[in-house]
């Protein structure tokens, strides 16, 4: 049992069972809590023959290599999330119409000892050759723009994003 549920959120208890750390039930007094799973994007930009990655400057998988995106929040469409992310995270401006949606993986993402399981929606775009790129330095220590031959896979950080780096880049 992780240390986050260790006790019912609504009497207290500590008689209950969390099955598949999915669904979370109170043997007491029958409170139920589905540990859904939540929504992310991750978005491929490709420029010529090289697709941008970024440097994680944060827990988890911190220093190693990922993708620009991040959780959908409530109430967003995916399109919209990858265009907020791309916003804040690299200030760039694109139009949703431009995303490609190219693919779904299911993650794990281990944050501050809960996981949390993610289904990572998998877009691609093009970059236009002059446009500019600010990186939000608390997220993301670098950007680098990589060819196929240039990836090394031990660098990558989450399984969802190595399964679609051997998919979609590696191609
Ligand atoms: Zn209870």
């Given at each position: 049992m992780p240390k986050f549920f260790q006790f019912c959120p609504k009497c207290g208890s500590s008689n209950h069972k969390f099955e598949n750390h999915h669904r979370f039930e109170c043997l007491d007094c029958g409170f139920v809590y589905?540990?859904?799973?939540?929504?992310?994007v991750m978005v491929i930009m490709r420029r010529?023959?090289?697709?941008?990655?970024?440097?994680?400057?944060?827990?988890?998988?911190?220093?190693?290599?990922?993708f620009p995106g991040g959780f959908v929040d409530p109430k967003e469409s995916a399109q919209?999330?990858?265009?907020?992310?791309?916003?804040?995270?690299?200030?760039?401006?694109i139009d949703m119409d431009d995303l490609?949606?190219?693919d779904t993986e299911?993650?794990?993402?281990?944050?501050?000892?809960?996981?949390?399981?993610?289904?990572d929606i998998v877009f691609e775009i093009e970059l236009k050759d002059n446009q500019k790129i600010n990186l939000e330095k608390s997220e993301i220590q670098e950007a680098k723009w990589l060819s196929a031959d240039e990836i090394?896979?031990?660098d990558?950080?989450?399984?969802?994003?190595k399964a679609v780096v051997k998919k979609y880049v590696l191609k």
């Open positions: 589905y540990h859904n799973c939540a929504a992310a010529d023959d090289k697709v941008l990655f970024t440097v994680r400057n944060n827990e988890p998988k911190k220093g190693k290599l990922d919209f999330a990858a265009k907020r992310e791309l916003k804040e995270e690299l200030d760039i401006d490609v949606l190219l299911p993650n794990d993402y281990d944050f501050r000892d809960i996981l949390y399981r993610t289904l090394n896979m031990e990558i950080g989450f399984d969802s994003m």
